[in-house]
């Protein structure tokens, strides 16, 4: 064998290992911004179940606390806002805020003891306690598929391929200010 075909030979390997390596990181990419989504999707099923669940709580502490009719609007509005979001980053800022009106919708509860004892309410608020943890795991897996993916796209060499074929980072699903990191105040 002569240098020359040598040369040709490994110049040859060198191309075919490169074309392997961007195959195989190209589609690990994809793999994990399908799960990405796939992970939002689960999310927002669960978040589905919550604002099916807000306009019945809105209404009954409306029976019993009428004049709250700003807090109860706040929860309304933020919630008809939510539905209608269109990307992730939107969604999940619309959350942290629906988050913190269904505080204040338990801030006005706690003003009303009939309310309180009230079948009704007490049966919603175990129903939002429950899709609560719901969406707890569901953010937690969420954001665990977000961090993979993310890594992914910022290690070498993926980075390189995430570059040449447009692969963004995803935002995580986060807890914005400190009033948002506080507990909600629910009583069952």
Same mark, same amino acid.
Do not use: W
């Given at each position: 064998?002569?240098?020359?075909? #040598? *040369?040709?030979?490994?110049? %040859?390997?060198?191309? =075919?290992?490169?074309?392997?390596?961007?195959?195989?990181?190209?589609?690990?990419?994809?793999?994990?911004?399908?799960? =990405?989504?796939?992970?939002?999707?689960?999310?927002?099923?669960?978040?589905?179940?919550?604002?099916?669940?807000?306009? +019945?709580?809105?209404?009954? %502490?409306?029976?019993?606390? $009428?004049?709250?009719?700003?807090?109860?609007?706040? =929860?309304?509005?933020?919630?008809?806002?939510?539905? !209608?979001?269109?990307?992730?980053?939107?969604?999940?800022?619309?959350?942290?805020?629906?988050?913190?009106?269904?505080?204040?919708?338990?801030?006005?509860?706690?003003?009303?003891?009939? !309310?309180?004892?009230?079948?009704?309410?007490?049966?919603?608020?175990?129903? !939002? +306690?429950? #899709?609560?943890?719901?969406?707890?795991?569901?953010?937690?897996?969420?954001? $665990?598929?977000?961090?993979?993916?993310?890594?992914? *796209?910022?290690?070498?060499?993926?980075?390189?391929?995430?570059?040449?074929?447009?692969?963004?980072?995803?935002?995580?699903?986060?807890?914005?200010?400190?009033?948002?990191?506080?507990?909600?105040? %629910?009583?069952?």
């Amino acid at each position: 064998m002569t240098t020359t075909t #040598i *040369c040709i030979l490994i110049a %040859v390997a060198a191309v =075919v290992i490169m074309a392997i390596l961007l195959l195989t990181g190209y589609n690990s990419l994809v793999r994990l911004n399908n799960k =990405v989504k796939e992970a939002f999707s689960t999310m927002d099923v669960t978040l589905k179940k919550r604002y099916d669940l807000i306009p +019945a709580l809105v209404e009954v %502490v409306k029976g019993y606390a $009428g004049h709250e009719s700003e807090t109860l609007q706040r =929860v309304t509005r933020m919630r008809s806002d939510a539905v !209608l979001k269109g990307n992730m980053q939107q969604q999940i800022d619309s959350e942290v805020g629906i988050s913190a009106a269904l505080r204040g919708i338990f801030v006005v509860a706690e003003d009303y003891p009939d !309310l309180k004892a009230n079948t009704n309410f007490l049966q919603l608020q175990e129903q !939002l +306690a429950r #899709i609560e943890d719901e969406i707890a795991r569901s953010r937690r897996y969420y954001n $665990g598929s977000v961090r993979e993916y993310n890594n992914r *796209c910022q290690i070498f060499p993926f980075n390189i391929i995430a570059g040449l074929f447009g692969f963004k980072p995803m935002p995580m699903f986060a807890v914005g200010s400190n009033e948002e990191r506080q507990a909600v105040n %629910v009583n069952l």
